[in-house]
């Protein structure tokens, strides 16, 4: 396959929180990733700005450490790895405060895109949004990256995003989902608006219901005290589950142009149904030999908050109606498994009599471990011994029809800072989006907080509560198992 990597133009990008842990892990590997590609042009400039004083050595230093740890087969390479530290620089600066700011300054050049990411906890968004502004560090093509979490109910947002509009326009502000950056989220699309086969049976008529699934095995951990102020719903249902629920139940945009997409999505999200509390399941960890409850994690026995959550979603418009949309996810499960399966109905009529009763296609989008795609189609069982049905999956990743070099797939963050750099908002969420995924989202959480409803416990290991399968159970279908 011919590599068909396209240089981006010369750029700046400025992190704030370089030190912290989302940029050692994920932002600074990932624009290493991009420069291993050649896809960095020379002269870009990747500035770290963070409280701790350091000097630029200090911080490349730190940058070394991060990308040996964190990037597969680093240590392979490391003249690659001090080329790249060539484009690190670094500068103390206070969110809140005025030092470091004239500093930076100082450092920005005309003629490349100057680009920041605001890597930082929440509360700062709107102190850097308004300094960037007020020392005229940033001009009209200039972009900031904000992290999640976007707000906490539609308040929040709301002021958010007024905030950050008082310095800079929409087409500037680049809210990050890193779901929405995953190769298989794309090919989602591309599977669905660059074929004939699957959108003709993309609908009420032929889809059964559809199961969207994001499990981890993993605790809160250290991050409990943060945790437990979100929960499953704000953590992952308003946004990750909520933007892949959006790119299966859209209608075709007339072009693949970032406000064509966004403006689809937005259509499907204003479409959700309110969610009947009897269509909801929360959970909260018990504990394990070995590992702690979720209570014990956050240090509250007395927490209400919910780290696994399945519900029943309706999109109420022509083409869903009566399809659920059934949403998953939940820490301490038995496997670390994301995925999106199309469940199709049955054939009408089976003309092979009574045989062993098959389960009908099912499309099923592969997010982590393993991205990838297949299709559960039903043959003949090869052989004699008459007509005996069996299910395979048609296998459409991509590593054995586009070669090995397609297997290497960039990560999330890497191809979303790349867009940033060309400009693209595509798979960026648009402010109007974030409000109305809220909006829909608040009456649940404060109907909880109305009934003081509390999660039910769960095995550490498990699928979830017992209430979650019923959920399914009660329609005649199951839950996928969660497999990693
Ligand atoms: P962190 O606590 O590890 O790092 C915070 C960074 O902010 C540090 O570099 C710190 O020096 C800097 N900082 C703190 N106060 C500052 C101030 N007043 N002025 C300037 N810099 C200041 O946090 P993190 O885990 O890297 O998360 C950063 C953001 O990314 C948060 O919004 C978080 O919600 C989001 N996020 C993190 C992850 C993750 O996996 N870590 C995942 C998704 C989203």
Known sequence: MVSRIIPVDPFDLTIFGGTGDLARRKILPGLYRRFWAEQMPEDARIIGAARSEMSRKDFQDMVR???????????RDTDRIEAFLDHIHYVAIDAKGEGGWPDLKAMQRDGVVRAFYFSVAPGLFGDLAERLHAHGITDDDSRIVVEKPFGRD?????TLN??????????????IDHYLGKETVQN????RFGNILFEPLWNAQYVDHIQITVAETVGVGGRGQYYDKSGAMRD???????????????????????????????????????????????????????TKSYLEDVEDSGSATESFIAMKVHVSNWRWKGTPFYLRTGKRLRGRASEIAIIFKKTPHSIFGEQE????NALVIRLQPNEGMNLRVTIKEPGPGGMRLVEVPLDMSFAD??????????????????????GNQTLFMRGD??????????????????????PKTYEPGSSGPEESAMLLHREGRRWREIRE
Request: glycine share 6%; aromatic share 6%; proline share 6%.
């Open 65 to 75: 450490e991060a990308l040996l740890e964190f990037v597969a087969g680093a240590k």
């Open 154 to 158: 539609l308040a929040s947002a709301r």
């Open 162 to 175: 007024a905030t950050l509009a008082e310095h800079f326009d929409e087409h500037q502000i680049y809210r």
């Open 188 to 191: 989602l699309m591309a599977v």
């Open 236 to 290: 992952m249902i308003q946004n990750h589950l909520m933007q892949l629920l959006c790119l299966i139940a859209m209608e075709p945009p007339h072009q693949f142009d970032p406000d064509a997409v966004r403006d689809e999505k937005l259509k499907v999200i204003r479409a959700l149904d309110p969610v009947d509390p009897s269509d909801i399941v929360r959970g909260q960890y018990g504990a394990a030999k070995g």
């Open 357 to 360: 009763e098959q389960r009908g």
């Open 401 to 422: 029809a586009l070669g090995p070099e397609a297997a290497d797939i960039p990560d999330a963050y890497e191809r979303l800072i790349m867009d940033v750099i060309r």
């Open 433 to 454: 989006e974030v409000e109305a995924a809220w909006a829909w989202t608040d009456p649940i959480i404060d109907g909880w907080e109305a009934r003081g409803d509390r």
